[in-house]
């Protein structure tokens, strides 16, 4: 590519950063989605690396302090075994963000693959590939995710390995239909006609234009991946006890449930708020995205 | 697409919407933090005896006291919490969801007198003598029992029934059956077509003969000839799988089947029994009732009609008993214990002590497990009576295993092992792990769906880290520990901990001592070979001697104890939780072997 | 291509799909816990009663044998027998479907109720204020964990305020309807059976509406998007402009033609009921196959997991190619693909 286009590109790119912040400003939302998100994936990043700066300690039981109500001293309450919830909680955090990580990344890489392999070649490969996506699809996720998870045994790889498997069928299909459309586009059949070899096509012109939309569609997704992370931790697969994820502490709250509700809800309502930033931040990309607001 | 005006708008109207939420959220949780919080539990006071016996006894009668004003024709609905039975028939079942239904319909030839294991009295049969060499018994039976279908009872059904549980070799196999008798020459057809009520001469000779296991005297006398002497004989007859079913109804519903070939039909339904009660109705996955026997030939019950619901949410089940529609619950999980701890109307069980028990089992044959002083620093580095406080909020005792306080076979005088944290170091140290270095993190494997296990476990991990091991928790699902646990030869992820729990499969010690000291166990979670513990958990297994096995029995607890393989944490009310029931329940009996409820006896007073 | 042939053609490719998910499950329950049998007899069991049963369920047999031995039993009727409940899975299945397929209804009906509204004030106010607390509402649907919304039920309703019941079908001293269809609420009414009536009503409420709080925003979502799609659509305005009130257009043109998206409303809020069913039943106990295939998961009951995922399989196969067909008749330009 010309310096010039490159010149041109880079241009383009700090505009669209600058939209994109504007765009973010405009709505409170937004900004909760964009800031809760980078601050927790920064977080879980740091604490990924070095869990001590949580705080929390799982070896420091002392059932003499079990199951108090939240206070300033435990703003989320003890445990069973009591230990500080809330430190708990933020030792756990990182581990719902590393799996929703990992599984949204592998989905995504998988499904861009197979999905626009599927849809720039058709034919016979496309039908395979659909066939066996199908076969992911027809099954209920969540049923087949519990199925992995329950053959493999609990543990925190297990349960990644069960939804991964589960998760990427999507992002095929979605691949493949981006792909579709992307192939009847006239710039295409430009540059097939000015002479650019099939692999340049589809890294330089086809590929960039699947995986835009995909990403508005990643985005959202995390938050789903983290509900179904949470769901195979609340039925006790999932990361094992002391170092459970957010999930697996409601599942063990349960337990104590009517008389010691926070146990289970607070963790719970983290969760919920962390799912709904990634939701809003979904939001946002997709707005990002769309034609209509790239006036 | 936005204008600066709407902006603004937009801006406050979802400020508004999400302050709300946020308020919402905060004072829910402000309610929630403002209920009561647990109260203190009571534990329960030692062991008392109450005495009544309720089954009815060969020679004495029922004694059941102020049941005067106690009117009959009640209702009792009891809240089972332990999960359904897998069937009801004897020759299938092991689980004690089905074996307190078991107790309650069928009968066998003796059971316990009061509320202890140490002696018998007949139910089915009136009295017995034993050779000297502990290879003969026999039994006299009632001449007044009939089956819930008005048939008379006789010898040829006990035959009949015991030949059943050795030739189709189900999973109670190993309690009675092919661990206590020989098939012989009987085969599925002599079961199938014998006529039990009325045999023919050929029959009767094939029954009457005196070399096989089981011989029929005379129509109301059996005895049975044992290869060798079996000193726990008794105990597993008074066991359920010793319940007598009505031989004509399995033959015409599938028959005796071959061997480990399950009967469905009968395990669907149950069979006619003898015992007070019969199944009037099972709806899978909510109740089983129990109506009266018409033909019982005991005092008639109270309670004619008993609804057990299979509640799966406990916290439920604790509301269905305080609020009055349930009258028994069984059990309370110990977590739960202060939501119904000092409710006014709902007694705990308290009576005593059962035979269930938990420990780890620390693997012998795993570095660096294999070295006696670390499995002694281990033992002497978990505080077990901080669990037993505040995991099962008192209800259960530390003791000295592998045989159970209350037992025959337990020796009051061998102390278990007590917490104290610097002879734990001390042994670490001069086992050569000063501080616990060098030694590898040790693996601890235990099921899931226990929050009481999940509890302890953790705990243990931060006993141990104390003196510098570090434990790994795996929890599994309980088929996969079954899986890990039971197979032998051991799996090659087999752990270094593994958590252990016993339930009495019949009271008598090598019931335990065997199960886990022998080598040839698979229940030899600890992998322990020692040649003087297999060698005197054999002799106790087949001596005929009372004293000999005491003797027995002893040395292998003072034995157990100096090896440090078995960490004993508690022996507890009940293995899962504390039975409870409202205060006009009278007459509850108790017994450290009996599963569930026993509901011939109890009387409602006054009734609401 | 007719539209016969457009049929046949999407069923005929269903079955390799068929097969394909059966002998996915059967293989990942086989291969990972190639021994359950322990887990289905219990820990001391002989041997001997390991091995029969074992023998019984052909479990020493090469993978693809067992897999043949039991499709074939399946096509013939013979589904197998739990091991764990002993009962034959088609009995247990049979027992256990029309409760989920209650709840689903109920659920769906709700989602509906909710959704439906949602989305058409969504579209008409698209872009101004009132949007947002919508959107807010629906972000709410969707990010909320399904364990987490129906435990808030659970706690509010029934344990603090005590006017719900927590769990279960219907009151357990009750007895249940005359089986006619199975589903208690449609049962009792056919009966007449008041107190049932009642019971099993008020024992719904809660599940069916913690299941739809999981798909009442792809309702909502579907039904803005294609109201926002006829409402820009030439006849609308042209309509607008021959001075009809704006309500009127709204309600006749709009959504009228916005329902005929219930087709992937309800291909879509199906795969997520079917995954909603599974927690959901199991915190409420709610007898349904959602709360069978958990607990058949948990203890290793392979027939049992075989079975449900067949009935799971099948279910999302007949409803897709359902609503294949569906868009098929609708839009011709869908069968030349």
Same mark, same amino acid.
């Given at each position: ?9 880079? %241009? ?165 239909? %981006?792909?579709?459309?992307?192939? %009847? ?111 | ?608 | ?337």
């Amino acid at each position: 590519m010309s310096t010039e286009a490159e010149a041109g590109m880079d %241009e383009s790119r700090a505009e669209s950063l600058k939209l994109f912040l504007n765009l973010a400003r405009s709505n409170p939302l937004y900004v909760f989605g964009l800031f809760f998100t980078v601050v927790y994936l920064g977080y879980s990043l740091v604490a990924g690396i070095d869990p001590a700066i949580t705080g929390f300690n799982p070896l420091h039981t002392n059932v003499d302090l079990q199951l108090l109500p939240p206070s300033l001293r435990y703003p989320f309450g003890t445990d069973d075994v009591g230990r500080n919830l809330f430190l708990e909680v933020l030792y756990g955090a990182p581990i719902d963000a590393g799996a929703s990580v990992a599984i949204v990344l592998f989905s995504f890489t998988v499904g861009l693959l197979t999905g626009s392999i599927a849809g720039y070649f058709g034919g016979w490969v496309d039908e395979v590939i659909m066939r066996v996506t199908d076969i992911f699809l027809a099954f209920p996720g969540l049923v087949l995710a519990v199925a992995v998870a329950a053959a493999l045994g609990p543990g925190l790889l297990n349960a990644i390995f069960a939804i991964a498997v589960v998760w990427w069928p999507v992002y095929t299909r979605l691949a493949r239909g %981006e792909t579709l459309t992307v192939k %009847e586009q006239q710039y295409i059949t430009a540059a097939k006609a000015a002479g650019v070899g099939r692999a340049r096509l589809v890294v330089d012109h086809v590929l960039p234009n699947v995986v835009v939309p995909m990403v508005a569609y990643a985005t959202a997704d995390f938050g789903n991946v983290i509900i179904l992370f949470s769901v195979l931790g609340f039925l006790g697969l999932g990361a094992q006890p002391p170092h459970s994820d957010l999930g697996r502490i409601v599942y063990d709250g349960l337990n104590y449930i009517q008389f010691a509700p926070w146990y289970p809800i607070l963790p719970g309502l983290t969760i919920f708020v962390i799912v709904l930033a990634f939701a809003f931040l979904g939001d946002l990309v997709r707005d990002f995205l769309d034609p209509r607001t790239r006036r | 697409m936005l204008t600066n005006k709407r902006r603004k708008g937009v801006n406050r109207t979802l400020a508004v919407v999400l302050v709300v939420v946020v308020v919402i959220v905060i004072a829910a949780s402000v309610y929630a933090v403002s209920r009561p919080s647990k109260t203190s539990t009571t534990p329960p006071t030692s062991t008392t005896s109450s005495s009544t016996t309720s089954t009815g006894s060969g020679s004495s009668t029922t004694t059941t006291s102020t049941s005067a004003g106690a009117p009959y024709n009640e209702t009792l609905v009891v809240a089972e919490t332990l999960g359904e039975p897998s069937g009801l028939d004897v020759a299938w079942s092991t689980d004690a969801p089905a074996y307190e239904i078991e107790q309650n319909i069928y009968q066998g030839l003796v059971w316990y007198q009061g509320n202890s294991t140490n002696s018998y009295v007949g139910v089915l049969a009136t009295n017995w003598s034993v050779t000297p060499d502990g290879l003969t018994y026999t039994f006299s039976l009632r001449h007044d029992v009939r089956f819930s279908n008005g048939a008379p009872f006789n010898a040829y059904d006990v035959w009949f029934n015991y030949y059943r549980l050795t030739l189709n070799n189900g999973p109670p196999g190993y309690i009675l059956g092919p661990a206590t008798f020989t098939p012989g020459n009987i085969t599925l057809q002599d079961l199938n077509t014998f006529n039990f009520t009325d045999p023919t001469p050929a029959q009767l000779a094939v029954m009457e003969n005196p070399n096989q296991s089981i011989q029929v005297v005379n129509e109301y006398t059996i005895a049975f000839h044992l290869a060798h002497p079996i000193p726990s004989f008794m105990a597993r007859l008074a066991a359920p799988p010793g319940g007598i079913e009505y031989p004509q109804f399995i033959q015409e519903h599938g028959g005796v089947q071959a061997n480990g070939t399950e009967n469905t039909y009968v395990d669907a339904n149950g069979a006619p029994g003898t015992g007070p009660y019969v199944v009037s109705s099972w709806i899978h996955g909510q109740s089983i009732t129990l109506t009266l026997n018409p033909y019982y030939w005991g005092p008639r019950p109270h309670v004619s009609k008993v609804v057990i619901e299979y509640v799966t949410n406990t916290l439920d089940a604790i509301n269905d008993l305080k609020s009055g529609s349930a009258q028994m619950l069984y059990t309370v999980p110990f977590n739960l214990l202060p939501d119904i701890n000092s409710t006014p109307g709902v007694i705990l069980e308290s009576h005593g002590l059962s035979y269930d028990i938990a420990w780890l089992s620390l693997n012998t044959q795993a570095y660096p497990l294999n070295i006696t002083d670390v499995r002694l620093a281990i033992n002497y580095a978990v505080n077990r009576t901080q669990i037993i406080d505040k995991v099962l909020y008192g209800y259960g005792v530390p003791f000295q295993g592998p045989i159970p306080i209350g037992m025959f076979g337990h020796n009051n005088s061998i102390m278990p092992i007590g917490y104290n944290l610097s002879k734990a170091k001390q042994l670490l140290a001069e086992a050569g792990f000063p501080g616990g270095k060098g030694i590898p993190p040790l693996t601890l494997l235990y099921y899931t769906g226990d929050p009481v296990v999940l509890a302890t476990v953790q705990i243990i991990q931060s006993d141990l880290a104390q003196i510098g091991i570090t434990v790994t928790l795996e929890g599994v699902t309980q088929a996969t520990y079954f899986n890990i646990a039971a197979t032998v030869p051991r799996v090659s992820n087999y752990p270094d901990i593994l958590w252990s729990v016993w339930f009495p499969d019949f009271a008598y010690p090598d019931d335990y001592a065997y199960s886990f000291e022998n080598i040839n166990s698979v229940f030899d979670n600890s992998n322990v070979n020692n040649t003087l513990l297999n060698l005197w958990t054999t002799e106790a297994l087949n001596s005929a001697n009372l004293t000999q096995q005491a003797i027995l029995y002893s040395k292998i607890t003072e034995l157990d104890k100096q090896l440090g393989d078995n960490v004993w944490l508690w022996q507890s009310v009940v293995g899962y939780g504390v039975p409870a029931y409202a205060s006009n329940v009278h007459n509850v009996y108790w017994n450290p072997i009996l599963y569930g409820y026993n509901y011939s006896a109890i009387y409602i007073y006054p009734y609401s | 291509m007719g539209i016969g042939g457009f049929i046949a053609r999407r069923a005929l490719l269903t079955i390799p799909v068929f097969f394909g998910v059966t002998f996915l499950t059967f293989f990942i329950s086989h291969v990972a816990v190639p021994n359950p049998v322990l887990a289905w007899a219990g820990e001391k069991a002989s041997p001997q009663t390991l091995q029969a049963i074992a023998a019984e369920y052909h479990l020493k047999a090469p993978l693809y044998l067992q897999y043949y031995y039991y499709m074939s039993g399946l096509f013939e009727g013979n589904w197998g027998v739990s091991p764990v409940v002993h009962l034959p899975v088609l009995q247990l299945i049979e027992t256990y479907f029309p409760a989920t397929i209650e709840l689903s209804i109920a659920a769906l009906i709700l989602s509906l109720v909710i959704g439906l509204p949602i989305g058409v004030l969504s579209a008409l106010w698209s872009g101004r204020r009132l949007d947002y607390p919508i959107r807010v509402l629906y972000l709410t649907g969707i990010a909320s964990p399904p364990f987490l919304v129906a435990l808030g039920f659970q706690l509010v309703f029934a344990y603090y305020f005590r006017i719900l019941p927590s769990q279960g079908q219907l009151s357990p001293s009750l007895a249940p309807p005359a089986h006619i269809t199975g589903m208690y609420i449609v049962d009792s009414l056919l009966t007449h059976n008041w107190p049932d009536l009642v019971s099993s009503v008020r024992h719904i409420i809660l599940p069916a509406t913690a299941l739809s709080i999981i798909t009442f925003p792809i309702v909502s979502r579907i039904t803005r998007s294609s109201m926002l799609d006829t409402l820009q659509k030439d006849y609308v305005r042209t309509a607008k402009s021959k001075g009809l009130p704006s309500s009127v257009v709204t309600f006749r043109h709009a959504l009228r033609n916005a329902l005929t998206s219930t087709i992937t409303v309800i291909g879509f809020a199906l795969e997520l009921l079917l995954s909603g069913t599974i927690v959901i039943e199991s915190i409420f106990f709610w007898p349904g196959i959602g709360e069978f295939t958990a607990t058949s998961i948990l203890s290793l009951d392979f027939p049992s997991i075989m079975g449900v995922t067949v009935v799971y399989t099948l279910v999302v196969i007949v409803t897709n190619l359902v609503v294949d067909v569906a868009y098929g008749l609708l839009d011709p330009r869908v069968r030349i693909q």
